[in-house]
C-alpha cells in the first residue's frame, strides 16, 4: 500500500543529530559543479560525494580556458609526525590533502609530505555518518593516481580527459568509504574525441577508475550529434553508449510547451540526469507511487506532503557550502518523482497534469505564507532504484527488464551484508574491472527477479515506444527531465536517429540509451534468465527476514548516545 515516500537520504538521516549538523548536504540526493577552476570543483565534488550526494560535473574545453599550465611536484606519503600535513582523521582531512595537492601541481610545484597517521584502520566505525572506514591505503593510493595523472601533463594545460581521470579517482576514494556508491556523470562535448572514447574498452589501456561516471555530451543541435561517427560507434557495443544532454531545451522551459519556468542558470545535471542543476547547486527528491495510488484526490494528498517535507528541507544551512546555500535557498528546486508509470492505468497517468498545476499554485501561496521563494522546479522522473522496489513497481518511467532476470548490487566488501547474503544462499562475487582483474573492496551479490505477469517489458517495447512516453512525461509532468535509459537492439539504430532529428531540439531535455543484450558488460545491474534459471537460482536462495547483526540493536542504545551520536536513540541504519 505504499504511495509515496521522502528520498532513502531522508529515511537514513531524519531523526539524527546528522542533519542539525550539516544541514543542506545531509539531505540532497543530487549535486552539480562546472570545472571552471583547477582546485574548487574537485574539492567540492569530493566532500558531497563523501556525504551521499550524487555528483555532476561538466568538462567542456571552454570550462577548463585559463587554468594554470600543469607543473611537476613529488606528493610522497611520511607517516611520521615531521610530515608537512598530518591529515586529519576526518572527511575534511581527506579533501584538505587533495587541494594540498592540486595547489601543489598547479600553483606551487612544489611537492610535499603527508603523513597518515591519525587515520582509523580499515574495518572501523564511522560513527557519525554511517558505514565503515576504509582505512588510509585506499585515500594514498588515489592521490598517487591523481598526482601521476597531472605529472604527465606538466608543463602543457588540462584537458577534459584528464579531469574526467580526476573526477573518477575521486570517485574511486569515496566508493571504499562505504557510505554510498559514489555515483557521478561527466558531462563533455560532443566535438571531444578524448572524451567520446574514454569508454571505448575495444580500444585497450582504458583505466579501470574510468566506470566510475556515467558520460554524456552537450548537444543543443542534434544535427551535430548525427554527423558525429565517433559518438554512434559505442552504440555498437564497443564501449558504453553516451547520453545526450540538451542544455538549451533545459534552461528554456518547465514542462514541454511551457515558458513561465525558464532555468537560466542552469549548467548541467545530477548523475542521472532528472535533475537540471546551477554550479555548486543541490536537491532534494522524493516518490510518488503511481499504480498505488487509487484517487486524484489522494494523488494531490500525497504529493502535498512530498513538497512539505522538501521546501523546508532546503531551508536548511549549508556551513560546508555558502556558494550552495545561497543558489539552494534561492531556486528552492525540488523533483517530486513519479514511478510505476508504466504500471499505471490511463486513469492514474491522466492525473498527473492537474497534479503538477495544484503544486504550482500550492507552492505560490505556501511559500508566500513562510517568506520562502518559490521553485524554480517541482517535479521529475527519476530512474527509481531502490524505492521502486519497496512499492513493487516498475523504475520510473522504465518497462520492466524482464519477465524472469538477475538483479547485481555493489556492496563493500567490509559490509555485514556480505555474510547475511551468503548465509541466505544469495550468489557472492567480487566486482571485476575493466581489465578483468578484480576489485577486492567491492562484492556483488545476485538476486533472483521476476515480474508480475500484467508487467510492460522491455522485450516487448521499440526503443520509439520508450522514447514517446518520455516525450508524453515530459509534457505532463516534470518539470524539472525526464531520467532514462532507453533499452534498444543494434536493429533499431537508424529509426532511433529519424525519432531524434524529428523530437530531440524541442522535446528531449535529458535521454540514455543501452543495449538490452550484447552490451558487453560482464556484471551488469540486470541480466535476462530464463523461468528454468530463475527457479534454480530462487530454489538455492532463503528470503532475508532477521537483520540481527547488520544493525545497531537496542542493547546499543546507552553506547551510541554516549558517543552523542544518536539522540534519544533515533540512530541512522549501518
Not at 73 to 99: C, H, Q
Request: glycine residues 8%; contains cysteine.
Amino acid at each position: 500500500n505504499l504511495k509515496c515516500s521522502v528520498a532513502g537520504r531522508f529515511l537514513w538521516q531524519l531523526g539524527t543529530s546528522t542533519v542539525n549538523r550539516l544541514g543542506i548536504p545531509s539531505l540532497q540526493n543530487c549535486a552539480h559543479v562546472v570545472v571552471n577552476e583547477p582546485i574548487r570543483p574537485f574539492t567540492w565534488t569530493m566532500n558531497f560525494l563523501a556525504l551521499g550526494a550524487g555528483v555532476g560535473y561538466r568538462i567542456l574545453p571552454e570550462d577548463l580556458k585559463g587554468f594554470p599550465t600543469v607543473k611537476h611536484a613529488v606528493i610522497t606519503r611520511k607517516d611520521t609526525k615531521d610530515a608537512d600535513f598530518i591529515v586529519p582523521d576526518s572527511r575534511e582531512g581527506w579533501v584538505k590533502l587533495l587541494g594540498k595537492t592540486l595547489k601543489a601541481h598547479f600553483y606551487s610545484g612544489k611537492g610535499f609530505s603527508y603523513s597518515c597517521t591519525l587515520l582509523r584502520s580499515r574495518g572501523a566505525p564511522i560513527k557519525g555518518f554511517g558505514g565503515v572506514a576504509s582505512g588510509p591505503e585506499i585515500l594514498c593510493d588515489g592521490i598517487d593516481k591523481i598526482s601521476n595523472v597531472l605529472n604527465k601533463r606538466a608543463g602543457q594545460p588540462l584537458r577534459p580527459i584528464d579531469a574526467l581521470d580526476i573526477m573518477n579517482i575521486i570517485g574511486m576514494v569515496i566508493v571504499s568509504g562505504n557510505v554510498r556508491r559514489s555515483a557521478q556523470i561527466a558531462i563533455g562535448s560532443i566535438h571531444d574525441k578524448e572524451f567520446l572514447q574514454a569508454k571505448r574498452w575495444d580500444l585497450g589501456n582504458i583505466p579501470n577508475w574510468r566506470a566510475f561516471s556515467n558520460n554524456s555530451v552537450v548537444a543543443d543541435d542534434i544535427q551535430e550529434v548525427l554527423e558525429n561517427k565517433d559518438f554512434w560507434l559505442g552504440y555498437e557495443g564497443t564501449g558504453e553508449p553516451y547520453g545526450l544532454i540538451n542544455l538549451k531545451l533545459a534552461k528554456s522551459c518547465g514542462r514541454l510547451g511551457e515558458t513561465e519556468y525558464p532555468d537560466p542558470e542552469l549548467v548541467g545535471f545530477n548523475p542521472c540526469a532528472e535533475q537540471g542543476l546551477a554550479n555548486m547547486e543541490t536537491c532534494c527528491l522524493s516518490e510518488l507511487f503511481l499504480p498505488n495510488i487509487k484517487s486524484k484526490e489522494e494523488l494531490l494528498t500525497c504529493a502535498t506532503y512530498l513538497y512539505r517535507i522538501c521546501k523546508h528541507s532546503l531551508r536548511l544551512p549549508c556551513a560546508d557550502s555558502k556558494e550552495t546555500e545561497a543558489i539552494v535557498h534561492k531556486n528552492m528546486r525540488m523533483g517530486i518523482g513519479v514511478t510505476g508509470y508504466l504500471q499505471s492505468t490511463e486513469e492514474q497517468r491522466g492525473w498527473l497534469s492537474d497534479c503538477y498545476r495544484h503544486l504550482r499554485e500550492y507552492d505560490k501561496g505556501y511559500s508566500a505564507l513562510h517568506g520562502f521563494p518559490t521553485s524554480i522546479k517541482l517535479t521529475t522522473v527519476k530512474p527509481s532504484g531502490s524505492l521502486s522496489i519497496l512499492g513493487n513497481c516498475t523504475p520510473g518511467i522504465h518497462p520492466g527488464f524482464a519477465r524472469y532476470y538477475k538483479r547485481r548490487i555493489r556492496i563493500a566488501s567490509e559490509s555485514p551484508l556480505i555474510a547475511l547474503a551468503k548465509a541466505h544462499g544469495y550468489p557472492v562475487e567480487f566486482a571485476q574491472n575493466f581489465d578483468g582483474t578484480f576489485d577486492h573492496s567491492t562484492q556483488i551479490v545476485t538476486f533472483p527477479m521476476r515480474l508480475p505477469d500484467h508487467t510492460v517489458l522491455a522485450e516487448n517495447c521499440t526503443a520509439i515506444q520508450q522514447l514517446e512516453w518520455v516525450k508524453k512525461a515530459q509534457t505532463e509532468w516534470s518539470d524539472n527531465s525526464v531520467s532514462v535509459t532507453v533499452y534498444y537492439r543494434k536493429h533499431e539504430l537508424e529509426e532511433i536517429k529519424r525519432w531524434l532529428k524529428e523530437n530531440y531540439n524541442t522535446s528531449v531535455k535529458t535521454v540514455s540509451f543501452l543495449l538490452h543484450s550484447d552490451h558487453g558488460f560482464t556484471q551488469a545491474p540486470m541480466e535476462q534468465i530464463t523461468q528454468e534459471v530463475y527457479k534454480e537460482l530462487a530454489a538455492t536462495c532463503r528470503p532475508i527476514q532477521d537483520l540481527n547483526g547488520v544493525c545497531y540493536s537496542l542493547e546499543d542504545n546507552d553506547v551510541l548516545n554516549n558517543d552523542k551520536e544518536c539522540v534519544g536513540g533515533m540512530c541512522p541504519r549501518k
